[in-house]
């Protein structure tokens, strides 16, 4: 599928303010309170520059095991592999709070950490990268239930949860717009329309907001307008902060 209505702007490689360590790079002096990012799925350097231009200090590390929900699922499935993570952070990892993203199939690895270390997490963005198989045709609500709860939790003010979804539908396995679809109905939430323009020349159709949780629908069903998505992030990270 392609489409050439959109821009599909592309945010520039560049240096982003900050130093590496390891696996980490770290993003002006992070104090107790400065968050630690996981982000999951993609070239590295885009969520580190999208982090370094959200946060003046904070600190991220971005993994990439490869393709499919599974492969990244595997990489966290143990709480003693996501305190790894967070120990590779440096100082005071122990009581800063901990923001998951995660683009396309890098779903997996936050559906693994919430199962295993639920509280420790305090914030969650999922750019277009919400799946669950089918059952009768509908979204299986046993691979969606740990995002019920913290969508549910960030409605009551708990945590922190942004999710944006396109129009793409893999046929095989539930859309993000079927997943979405189906957090909403269990949290008697819906959809409003709006007209918007998004980052990048997104165009955005509708919307979510109650608490702290915000759900954004664009339009597009190629493989452009799934990729806008992640680059978008810095956009989604600042409206977390707002939250």
């Known amino acids: 599928m392609t489409e050439d209505t959109r821009s599909h702007d592309r945010v520039a490689r560049s240096t982003p303010k900050g130093r590496r360590i390891g696996r980490a790079w770290v993003i002006g002096h992070p104090g107790p309170r400065s968050p630690i990012i996981l982000h999951f799925h993609g070239d590295s350097w885009l969520p580190e520059q999208s982090v ?62 919430l199962r295993h270390s639920y509280q420790r997490v305090d914030t969650v963005l999922l750019m277009d990268g919400l799946h669950s198989s089918y059952v009768e045709k509908r979204p299986n609500p046993a691979d969606l239930d740990v995002f019920l709860q913290f969508a549910r939790d960030a409605v009551n003010n708990r945590k922190r949860m942004l999710m944006t979804h396109s129009e793409v539908f893999p046929g095989t396995f539930a859309s993000t717009t079927e997943t979405t679809g189906y957090l909403l109905r269990e949290l008697t939430l819906r959809r409003l329309p709006v007209l918007r323009c998004g980052p990048g020349g997104m165009q955005q159709l509708s919307e979510v907001r109650r608490g702290r949780l915000i759900i954004m629908g664009f339009a597009g069903n190629s493989a452009p307008d799934h990729v806008d998505h992640l680059h978008g992030m810095a956009t989604w990270l600042r409206a977390l902060r707002k939250l």
């Open 52 to 113: 370094a231009a959200a946060y003046s200090d904070a600190t991220v590390i971005a993994v990439q095991a490869g393709y499919g929900s599974d492969v990244y699922q595997e990489a966290v499935k143990s709480s003693e592999s996501f305190q790894a993570l967070i120990t590779e952070t440096g100082p005071n990892h122990e009581r800063r709070p901990v923001v998951l993203t995660a683009f396309s199939a890098g779903y997996g690895a936050v559906r693994a950490i």
